[in-house]
C-alpha cells in the first residue's frame, strides 16, 4: 500500500469548475510529490441527477488538466458494502430509525432558533417504543436512520487548519440512510474512504462540520482515518462568492475561450501560497516539494485577468506543433503563428491574425492620416518581401514624410491590422503580400 493515498470524488450532476478543479489538482500533486496513488471515484448515487454525460465530460476535463489515476470506482457499483456498513452499525446500536418529515423538522429547528438553541436534532425517536415505531409503519411512513453521535468531543488535528475541535451536542445526529434505503454522502464516503485505505482528505472548509461526524463514523466502522486538510475556498477577485458565477468558469467553457490548461494548473497550483505561477510551470515542475502546510488561511481570489495573463505567457511558449489542431482551424499556419504568438493574449485572437495575414479584415483610418497612408502604399518595396522590407520601407517613409515615432509606425499599423497593438509588421508584411497590404494602405 502506498505511503499516500488521495481521492477525487466529483458527481455527474454536472460540469467541473474551477473550485472542482483545484481540488483536483492539488490531491493530484499531493499523491504524486510522494510517489502515491490517485483514486478517481465517481460519487453517482444521486439517480434522478447524476448522467454519463456528465461523467464523460468530467474525465474529459480531467485529461486535458493533464490528471491521470490509479484507480477509478463508481458508487452506484458498491450499495452491497454500504448495505454491509448499515448492518455493522444497527449492530451496534448506533443507527436509530426517525420518522418526523422534513415539515415537522423544520419546525423544531425554527422552535430552537426562537428559543436561542442551536438548531440540534433532539433525538425524539429514541424514545419511540417498538410498538409507536410500527404503527408508523403502518400508517404508510418509511424511517429515515441517523448515526447516534457520541457524547464527548471529536478532535483532530488538521493539516491545513490546525487543531479542530467540535464540542458534544453542538452536532445533530447525521442522517445515513434515506426512507428509500440509499445511503447518503456520509456513509457511503466514509466506507469508500476505509476500504480503499485513502491516507489523506484534502478539499474545502465548507466540509469541516461533515468531517467530525465522519471521524467518529471511522472508527465506528473499524477504519483507520485519513489525515485531513480543510482549505479556504476560492472567492472572486472583489473577494465576493464564487460559487453563484460559476456559469461562466466550468471547464468546458474555460477550454473554448482559449485558456491553456497548463496555466489554468499553475493558477490552481499557486493560489492561497506565497509563489506566483509562471508561464514556464507544469505538473513535472510542480510536483517534487509540493506542500499543503504552504497554502494560506485567507480565501484565495480567482481572477480571471490574472489568469489571461498567465495564459498568455504560456502561450507565448508554445511551439505550433502542440496547437496545431487549433491553430489550423482558426486558419494559421506555423509560419505566421510564429509571427505572431508572442504578441496573442488568447487562441480567441488566432483568427483575426490569420485574417489580417491571409483574408480580409476592417482597417483602421483616421482622416488625418489619409494622405501618408497612400504616401506609404506608393513607397512600399516590390516583392519579394524578406526580413529587410520592413525596415527599409520605414526609413523611406521617415526621409519622406518626416513623421517620427507613434506618428510614422501607428497609422501603419492600424490600416494593416487593425489594431493598435500586434506582432512586429516585419514579420507579418512577408506574409500579408504586397497587394493587400497595398489595398488597405489606399483604402480600396
Same mark, same amino acid.
Given at each position: 500500500m502506498s505511503e499516500v493515498k488521495v481521492r477525487f470524488a466529483p458527481s455527474p450532476t454536472g460540469r467541473l469548475h474551477v473550485g472542482n478543479a483545484r481540488v483536483a489538482v492539488l490531491n493530484w500533486l499531493a499523491a504524486r510529490s510522494k510517489a502515491g496513488e490517485f483514486l478517481l471515484r465517481m460519487d453517482d448515487t444521486d439517480r434522478e441527477r447524476s448522467t454519463k454525460a456528465f461523467e464523460r465530460e468530467i474525465l474529459e476535463d480531467l485529461k486535458w488538466l493533464g490528471l491521470d489515476w490509479d484507480d477509478f470506482v463508481r458508487q452506484s457499483a458498491r450499495?452491497?458494502?454500504?448495505?454491509?456498513?448499515?448492518?455493522?452499525?444497527?449492530?451496534?446500536?448506533?443507527?436509530?430509525?426517525?420518522?418526523?418529515?422534513?415539515?415537522?423538522?423544520?419546525?423544531?429547528?425554527?422552535?430552537?432558533?426562537?428559543?436561542?438553541?442551536?438548531?440540534?436534532?433532539?433525538?425524539?425517536?429514541?424514545?419511540?417504543?417498538?410498538?409507536?415505531?410500527?404503527?408508523?409503519?403502518?400508517?404508510?411512513?418509511?424511517?429515515?436512520?441517523?448515526?447516534?453521535?457520541?457524547?464527548?468531543?471529536?478532535?483532530?488535528?488538521?493539516?491545513?487548519?490546525?487543531?479542530?475541535?467540535?464540542?458534544?451536542?453542538?452536532?445533530?445526529?447525521?442522517?445515513?440512510?434515506?426512507?428509500?434505503?440509499?445511503?447518503?454522502?456520509?456513509? /457511503?464516503?466514509?466506507?469508500?474512504?476505509?476500504?480503499?485505505?485513502?491516507?489523506?482528505?484534502?478539499?474545502?472548509?465548507?466540509?469541516?462540520?461533515?468531517?467530525?461526524?465522519?471521524?467518529?463514523?471511522?472508527?465506528?466502522?473499524?477504519?483507520?482515518?485519513?489525515?485531513?486538510?480543510?482549505?479556504?475556498?476560492?472567492?472572486?477577485?472583489?473577494?465576493?462568492?464564487? /460559487?453563484?458565477?460559476?456559469? /461562466?468558469?466550468?471547464?468546458?467553457?474555460?477550454?473554448?475561450?482559449?485558456?491553456?490548461?497548463?496555466?489554468?494548473?499553475?493558477?490552481l497550483a499557486r493560489l492561497g501560497t506565497p509563489t506566483a505561477p509562471e508561464g514556464s510551470d507544469t505538473l513535472d515542475s510542480l510536483t517534487p516539494g509540493f506542500d499543503i502546510a504552504v497554502f494560506g488561511r485567507a480565501a484565495p481570489r480567482f481572477d480571471p485577468k490574472e489568469l489571461a495573463q498567465l495564459n498568455a505567457k504560456v502561450l507565448h511558449r508554445k511551439p505550433y506543433a502542440a496547437l496545431a489542431e487549433a491553430l489550423r482551424q482558426a486558419g494559421v499556419d506555423e509560419a505566421l503563428w510564429d509571427a505572431v504568438r508572442e504578441n496573442v493574449e488568447s487562441l480567441e485572437d488566432a483568427p483575426h491574425w490569420a485574417a489580417a495575414a491571409y483574408g480580409e479584415i476592417e482597417p483602421e483610418r483616421a482622416p488625418e492620416d489619409e494622405a501618408y497612408l497612400a504616401q506609404a502604399a506608393d513607397l512600399l518595396p516590390d516583392e519579394p518581401f524578406d526580413a529587410e522590407t520592413y525596415p527599409v520601407w520605414i526609413g523611406r517613409l521617415k526621409e519622406a514624410s518626416g513623421r517620427k515615432g507613434k506618428g510614422l509606425f501607428m497609422p501603419l499599423r492600424r490600416a494593416l491590422t487593425g489594431r493598435a497593438h500586434g506582432p512586429d509588421l516585419g514579420a507579418l508584411l512577408p506574409l500579408m503580400g504586397r497587394a493587400r497590404a497595398v489595398r488597405r494602405l489606399k483604402g480600396g
Amino acid at each position: 500500500m502506498s505511503e499516500v493515498k488521495v481521492r477525487f470524488a466529483p458527481s455527474p450532476t454536472g460540469r467541473l469548475h474551477v473550485g472542482n478543479a483545484r481540488v483536483a489538482v492539488l490531491n493530484w500533486l499531493a499523491a504524486r510529490s510522494k510517489a502515491g496513488e490517485f483514486l478517481l471515484r465517481m460519487d453517482d448515487t444521486d439517480r434522478e441527477r447524476s448522467t454519463k454525460a456528465f461523467e464523460r465530460e468530467i474525465l474529459e476535463d480531467l485529461k486535458w488538466l493533464g490528471l491521470d489515476w490509479d484507480d477509478f470506482v463508481r458508487q452506484s457499483a458498491r450499495q452491497g458494502r454500504y448495505d454491509a456498513a448499515v448492518a455493522r452499525l444497527k449492530a451496534k446500536g448506533r443507527l436509530y430509525p426517525c420518522f418526523e418529515t422534513a415539515e415537522e423538522l423544520e419546525l423544531k429547528r425554527k422552535i430552537q432558533l426562537g428559543r436561542g438553541k442551536p438548531p440540534v436534532y433532539d433525538r425524539a425517536a429514541l424514545d419511540l417504543s417498538a410498538e409507536e415505531q410500527a404503527a408508523l409503519m403502518a400508517d404508510g411512513r418509511a424511517p429515515h436512520w441517523r448515526f447516534k453521535l457520541a457524547d464527548q468531543p471529536i478532535e483532530w488535528t488538521d493539516l491545513g487548519r490546525g487543531a479542530v475541535r467540535f464540542e458534544a451536542g453542538h452536532l445533530s445526529d447525521p442522517v445515513l440512510l434515506r426512507e428509500d434505503g440509499r445511503p447518503l454522502y456520509t456513509l /457511503s464516503s466514509v466506507v469508500d474512504d476505509g476500504e480503499f485505505f485513502i491516507t489523506h482528505v484534502i478539499r474545502g472548509e465548507d466540509h469541516v462540520a461533515n468531517t467530525a461526524v465522519q471521524i467518529e463514523l471511522f472508527q465506528a466502522l473499524g477504519y483507520d482515518a485519513p489525515r485531513f486538510a480543510h482549505l479556504p475556498l476560492m472567492v472572486g477577485a472583489d473577494g465576493k462568492q464564487l /460559487s453563484k458565477r460559476l456559469g /461562466s468558469l466550468a471547464l468546458g467553457d474555460l477550454r473554448a475561450q482559449g485558456v491553456q490548461p497548463e496555466a489554468l494548473v499553475a493558477y490552481l497550483a499557486r493560489l492561497g501560497t506565497p509563489t506566483a505561477p509562471e508561464g514556464s510551470d507544469t505538473l513535472d515542475s510542480l510536483t517534487p516539494g509540493f506542500d499543503i502546510a504552504v497554502f494560506g488561511r485567507a480565501a484565495p481570489r480567482f481572477d480571471p485577468k490574472e489568469l489571461a495573463q498567465l495564459n498568455a505567457k504560456v502561450l507565448h511558449r508554445k511551439p505550433y506543433a502542440a496547437l496545431a489542431e487549433a491553430l489550423r482551424q482558426a486558419g494559421v499556419d506555423e509560419a505566421l503563428w510564429d509571427a505572431v504568438r508572442e504578441n496573442v493574449e488568447s487562441l480567441e485572437d488566432a483568427p483575426h491574425w490569420a485574417a489580417a495575414a491571409y483574408g480580409e479584415i476592417e482597417p483602421e483610418r483616421a482622416p488625418e492620416d489619409e494622405a501618408y497612408l497612400a504616401q506609404a502604399a506608393d513607397l512600399l518595396p516590390d516583392e519579394p518581401f524578406d526580413a529587410e522590407t520592413y525596415p527599409v520601407w520605414i526609413g523611406r517613409l521617415k526621409e519622406a514624410s518626416g513623421r517620427k515615432g507613434k506618428g510614422l509606425f501607428m497609422p501603419l499599423r492600424r490600416a494593416l491590422t487593425g489594431r493598435a497593438h500586434g506582432p512586429d509588421l516585419g514579420a507579418l508584411l512577408p506574409l500579408m503580400g504586397r497587394a493587400r497590404a497595398v489595398r488597405r494602405l489606399k483604402g480600396g
